[in-house]
């Protein structure tokens, strides 16, 4: 969905880089203290199965929603200006990117104008290292993302994704 960039848009993006710095410098042992500034960084109480090792980047963290028992492994990419729904017990390989917004390919908006759609990644999911999971993607509860995949299209559920397009290839369980 084509929209102007909102609003207040560079503030929340030089917010997101102060917090997420200050998250980057934190001692990986130090859980309780990545907690407290993740909290911070998103807006939202985490519970203490939240499990994550620097660094983290992310564009604005008001936008991402985590579940109970969420592992984000190191070097992982929040692009949340469309919105990340992460449910419970997910895990999430290091280098990950989840990109919620872009640019419109029309070259005369391009400059002032996003595109954006929420991402949802369902319980239970993993999702492998190097995964790009693109904006309005909803990934189902159970599956795995194979390392390396870029998904553009919905993951059903209980499914094995891989390949550039991402696609399923074999259902599990």
Same mark, same amino acid.
């Given at each position: &969905?084509?929209?102007?960039?909102? @609003?207040?848009?560079?503030?929340?993006?030089? *917010?997101?880089?102060?917090?997420?710095?200050?998250?980057?410098?934190?001692? =990986?042992g130090?859980?309780?203290a990545?907690?407290?500034?993740?909290a911070?960084?998103?807006?939202? /109480?985490? !519970?203490?199965?939240?499990?994550?090792?620097?660094?983290? =980047?992310? !564009? +604005?963290?008001?936008?991402? @929603?985590?579940?109970?028992?969420?592992?984000?492994?190191?070097?992982? *990419? $929040?692009? !949340?200006?469309?919105?990340?729904?992460?449910? !419970?017990?997910? &895990?999430?390989?290091?280098?990950?990117?989840l990109?919620?917004?872009? +640019?419109?390919?029309?070259?005369?908006?391009?400059? #002032?104008?996003?595109?954006?759609?929420?991402?949802?990644?369902?319980?239970?999911?993993?999702?492998?290292a190097?995964? &790009?999971?693109m904006?309005?993607?909803?990934?189902?509860?159970? #599956?795995?993302?194979?390392?390396?995949? %870029? %998904?553009?299209?919905?993951?059903? /559920?209980?499914? $094995?994704?891989?390949?550039? /397009?991402?696609?399923? %290839? @074999?259902? $599990?369980?």
């Amino acid at each position: &969905m084509r929209q102007p960039v909102p @609003r207040g848009f560079r503030e929340r993006v030089e *917010r997101a880089i102060r917090l997420t710095e200050r998250l980057n410098a934190l001692p =990986y042992g130090d859980q309780e203290a990545i907690r407290t500034t993740w909290a911070e960084l998103t807006g939202r /109480p985490v !519970d203490e199965g939240f499990h994550l090792i620097p660094p983290v =980047y992310s !564009d +604005h963290g008001v936008n991402i @929603r985590l579940g109970h028992n969420v592992f984000v492994n190191q070097g992982c *990419r $929040l692009n !949340d200006v469309g919105g990340i729904e992460i449910e !419970d017990d997910v &895990m999430i390989g290091p280098s990950v990117s989840l990109i919620t917004s872009g +640019h419109p390919v029309d070259p005369s908006p391009r400059r #002032s104008g996003i595109t954006a759609a929420p991402i949802r990644i369902g319980r239970n999911a993993w999702i492998g290292a190097s995964a &790009m999971i693109m904006q309005g993607v909803t990934v189902g509860a159970d #599956s795995v993302i194979a390392a390396g995949a %870029v %998904v553009t299209r919905d993951v059903p /559920p209980a499914t $094995l994704a891989a390949g550039v /397009p991402a696609r399923v %290839v @074999r259902h $599990l369980g």
